[in-house]
């Protein structure tokens, strides 16, 4: 079992659509979660954290859930440049270490 | 913001020869740089840990033998991949952390290597 996973998707929705990602980690050692964007043939650029309490940038929101070790990412009136890849990360501060879920495909369309 | 620069952006070499790859943090001293290699439609996968002026930590099932890591500086990390063959073509990423554990890292731009 992969250590974060999450849906490849892709998911192909329509420009202002509302569109959630989710994603699960197996590691309950883990204690800080991020989303990333990542663009075709990019880095991965941080999107943003993840809390408990949710936290909310604009038209993005995100969610943790440590009970069921779950995450998620609602964005909002989706833009055409939201198109990218989005990737769960969980870090863990024994190891000091990243660890990248696949990534979920987002394809926003006109 | 803080910035980490890679290269060479690119490289296609002939099998068996070794391909160098440098990563450099340019407004900030990096205490740790981590190393990640992603295959096309996968995740980041963690190579190495390396911390300067120390061995660097591999993650397991990468040969240390075959992706040498040097971090000689607070600003410069160097990945060399000897004797490449074409399954270790790929997209590889630093990245750099300031001084604190869990503190941010900042990924450079990645370099894309193609064995032939």
Known sequence: ?110 | GAVVSQHPSWVICKSGTSVKIECRSLDFQATTMFWYRQFPKQSLMLMATSNEGSKATYEQGVEKDKFLINHASLTLSTLTVTSAHPEDSSFYICSAQTSGAGDTQYFGPGTRLTVL
């Open chain 1, 1 to 110: 079992r992969k250590e974060v996973e999450q849906d490849p998707g892709p998911f192909n929705v329509p420009e202002g659509a509302t569109v959630a990602f989710n994603c699960t980690y197996s590691n309950s050692a883990s204690q800080s979660f991020f989303w990333y964007r990542q663009d075709c043939r990019k880095e991965p650029k941080l999107l943003m954290s993840v809390y408990s309490s949710g936290n909310e940038d604009g038209r993005f929101t995100a969610q943790l859930n440590r009970a069921s070790q779950y995450i998620s990412l609602l964005i909002r009136d989706s833009k055409l440049s939201d198109s990218a890849t989005y990737l769960c990360v969980a870090f863990t501060g024994g190891g000091n270490k990243l660890t990248f879920g696949t990534g979920t495909q987002l394809k926003v369309e006109l």
